[in-house]
C-alpha cells in the first residue's frame, strides 16, 4: 500500500501526543498550565497527588480545575480529590488552562499528571476497520496502561511507607511490653521473697 505526501502529514496531524509531568505544588498555592485547542478537538488529564517527603504514609488530596478561554469558564473540576481522569472536547478554539491547587500547609505536595490531547478522530468508532485506525487505538490503550503504572508506583511508595510505619510502631510497643513483663517479673521475685525470710527476736 502506498501512501501520499499527504496522508503521511495528516497522520501526524492526527497522531496522538502525551507529556508526563510532575511538579510540586507548595502549601496553599496552586500550579496552572496551559493548551492551546482547535474546537473539536480533546483534552484529557489523568493526575495523581503524592507526596515527596519519603516519611509520609497518609495519601495527599488536592483540587484540579479546567478553564476555557472564555471568560475563564470552568469546564470541569474535582475538589480534595487524590487522582482524577478528565476528558473534555473543546467547544471552541482558545487557550485552555488547567490548575492543580493545595489547599493545606503540607510543602512536599506533588502532583504526577499525564496530559493527552487528539485532534479530533473517533479512535472508538467500531466501524472503522483502517490500519491508521487501529494503531491509534493500540496507542491510546498503551498510553493508559502506562499512565496507570506511573500511579500504581506512587500508591505503592504511599503503602510501602505506611508499613514501615506500622512496622516501627509494634517494634517499640513490644519494646515497651518486654519492659514491662522485666519490671513486673523483678517486682514479684523481691515480693514474694519477703514471705520466706526468717525473723528472729531476741
Request: overall charge negative; glycine content about 4%.
Amino acid at each position: 500500500m502506498k501512501f501520499s505526501i499527504s496522508q503521511i502529514v495528516l497522520t501526524c496531524c492526527l497522531a496522538l501526543y502525551v507529556e508526563a509531568h510532575n511538579v510540586l505544588v507548595p502549601a496553599y498555592s496552586r500550579r496552572c498550565f496551559y493548551e492551546d485547542l482547535n474546537k473539536g478537538d480533546e483534552i484529557a488529564v489523568t493526575y495523581q497527588f503524592g507526596d515527596r517527603n519519603p516519611e509520609s504514609y497518609s495519601q495527599l488530596y488536592g483540587d484540579f480545575i479546567l478553564y476555557g478561554p472564555q471568560n475563564r469558564e470552568v469546564l470541569a473540576t474535582e475538589k480534595s480529590s487524590s487522582h482524577g481522569d478528565i476528558k473534555v472536547t473543546a467547544p471552541i478554539k482558545g487557550k485552555y488552562e488547567y490548575c492543580f491547587s493545595n489547599g493545606e500547609n503540607i510543602p512536599t505536595k506533588d502532583v504526577t499528571f499525564n496530559v493527552h490531547g487528539v485532534v479530533y478522530v473517533d479512535v472508538d468508532d467500531e466501524n472503522s476497520n483502517t490500519l491508521d485506525s487501529s494503531v491509534r487505538k493500540l496507542s491510546k490503550l498503551v498510553r493508559e496502561i502506562k499512565d496507570e503504572q506511573g500511579y500504581i508506583v506512587i500508591r505503592e511508595r504511599t503503602h510501602r511507607n505506611t508499613a514501615e510505619s506500622t512496622n516501627d510502631r509494634v517494634k517499640w510497643w513490644s519494646v515497651f511490653q518486654v519492659g514491662v513483663v522485666v519490671a513486673n517479673s523483678i517486682f514479684q521475685i523481691y515480693y514474694l521473697k519477703r514471705f520466706f525470710e526468717v525473723t528472729s527476736f531476741v
